[in-house]
């Protein structure tokens, strides 16, 4: 199948070389894009010295519509799978084959699941996870081991509708909102590496936000959407 990886990126100047060239080596047969988040950094200057292909966002559009222009470029290039790849270093190449395997399998959408063969540790940001882990299967009879992960594949089927529709971020709420509809969700599992380099923007303060978000969105929201 014809496959596309997204890579969103913003202020990834010390990541996102090492992450394409890995990319490239491990799977030359796949296409990927870098989705430049209109960066403050060299992002962009890394991206046009090594010819990468690229899109230059004018405007910081966050996380979720980077990965959405992401999405339009697959549409429009009639990829069969769009892969979902973060710029930052955490996620590893060998892994992709299994996404694409799961899609190639039947799934909808196949998350990369770092609990899979191994049990959820019980620090603050896991005990998060946990949470809405616990709230998914409430309210979807489903139990996603990992909703937090990024690193996710999803199938033709969808790539239109994540591309052009509002309210399609690449988070735990919409895993919640596509299996109420009936998507067949699957997870492989996979190992992280630590930010090598750079900061996440999930600090204390912004992960309770982001908690609360989700779980409000998994338990009231969702259930309006048509």
Request: a neutral charge; hydrophobic letters at 40%.
């Given at each position: 199948m014809k496959t596309l990886i997204i890579i969103p990126?913003?202020?990834?100047?010390?990541?996102?070389?090492?992450?394409?060239?890995?990319?490239?080596?491990?799977y030359p047969q796949y296409d990927y894009v870098v989705v430049n988040d209109?960066?403050?950094?060299?992002?962009?200057?890394i991206c046009e010295k090594n010819n990468y292909n690229f899109i230059d966002l004018p405007v910081n559009l966050g996380l979720a519509g980077a990965v959405q222009a992401g999405y339009k470029y697959a549409y429009h290039h009639n990829y069969d799978i769009?892969?979902?790849?973060?710029?930052?270093?955490q996620h590893r190449p060998e892994y992709?084959?299994?996404?694409?395997?799961?899609?190639?399998?039947?799934?909808?959408?196949?998350?990369?699941?770092?609990?899979?063969?191994?049990?959820?540790?019980?620090?603050?940001?896991?005990?998060?996870?946990?949470?809405?882990?616990?709230?998914?299967?409430?309210?979807?009879?489903?139990e996603v081991k990992d909703p937090t992960s990024g690193m996710r594949a999803i199938s033709n089927k969808l790539i239109k509708e994540f591309a052009f529709n509002m309210?399609?971020?690449?988070?735990?709420?919409?895993?919640?909102?596509?299996?109420?509809?009936?998507?067949?969700i699957k997870e492989v599992h996979v190992e992280m590496d630590e930010r090598i380099a750079g900061e996440s923007y999930l600090n204390i303060t912004n992960s309770i936000k982001y908690m609360s978000?989700?779980?409000?969105?998994?338990?009231?929201?969702?259930?309006?959407?048509?």
């Open positions: 990126a913003y202020n990834e100047e010390e990541n996102i070389e090492r992450v394409v060239n890995m990319l490239v080596t491990s209109c960066s403050k950094d060299n992002t962009k200057f769009a892969i979902q790849y973060d710029g930052d270093g992709i084959e299994d996404l694409v395997h799961g899609i190639e399998s039947g799934a909808d959408i196949v998350i990369g699941s770092r609990f899979v063969n191994s049990k959820k540790p019980w620090n603050a940001r896991m005990i998060g996870s946990r949470i809405i882990t616990f709230v998914t299967k409430l309210t979807t009879g489903v309210n399609y971020p690449p988070e735990p709420d919409t895993i919640a909102y596509q299996l109420k509809k009936g998507a067949v978000r989700m779980l409000i969105s998994i338990l009231f929201i969702q259930n309006f959407r048509k």
